[in-house]
């Protein structure tokens, strides 16, 4: 009998971990990290879920500095799971707080490339996607791509 309840309890901590994990992701969504934070660290006290630790290193790296950290945890995730698209968001978004744009840029497209994710999707597009250089060789600035870019874009071969 005692196996029994502890079995239903721990999938009661379970449920109840899942449940407030969805509530942080809900959190996140309507840009309240401080509040995602609080309710990530009580799944987790709940239920070990590693899936759930990117969205914990996204929530430290933005409310409490702890950048690195964040990294840490996000990189660990993607390596453990790499065909989980969402880690690669997570991970991207810690990028964005540490000024790193080109790299969160590379890290959305691996990530989509990994599976399809809304909210990568939406994230690239608010971080803006530039065309590929058409002398790689030449700064962006270089006006021959500059001026040469367009003269294609709005010739309509680019």
């Given amino acids: 009998m005692h ?18 994990y969805q509530r942080a992701v809900l959190e996140l969504r309507s840009g309240n990290t401080l509040a995602a934070l609080a309710r990530v660290e009580a799944a987790l006290k709940l ?70 994710s809304a909210a990568a999707r939406q994230l690239l597009h608010e971080l803006g996607i530039r065309k590929p250089l058409l002398f790689p060789q030449l700064h962006r600035d270089n006006p021959l791509n500059k001026y040469v870019g367009m003269l294609f874009s709005r010739l309509g071969l680019r």
């Fill in 3 to 20: 196996y029994k309840e502890y079995g239903l309890n721990q999938q009661y901590e379970s449920d109840k971990a899942h449940k407030e």
């Fill in 47 to 116: 239920h070990d879920e590693p899936a759930w630790y990117p969205c914990l290193g996204f929530c430290i790296a933005k409310e409490r500095g702890h950048i690195m950290k964040g990294l840490a945890l996000c990189q660990d995730a993607v390596a453990r799971e790499p065909d989980h698209s969402e880690h690669y968001y997570y991970l991207a978004r810690v990028l964005l707080v540490a000024g790193r744009k080109p790299e969160a840029i590379s890290v959305l497209r691996k990530g989509l490339a990994h599976g399809d």
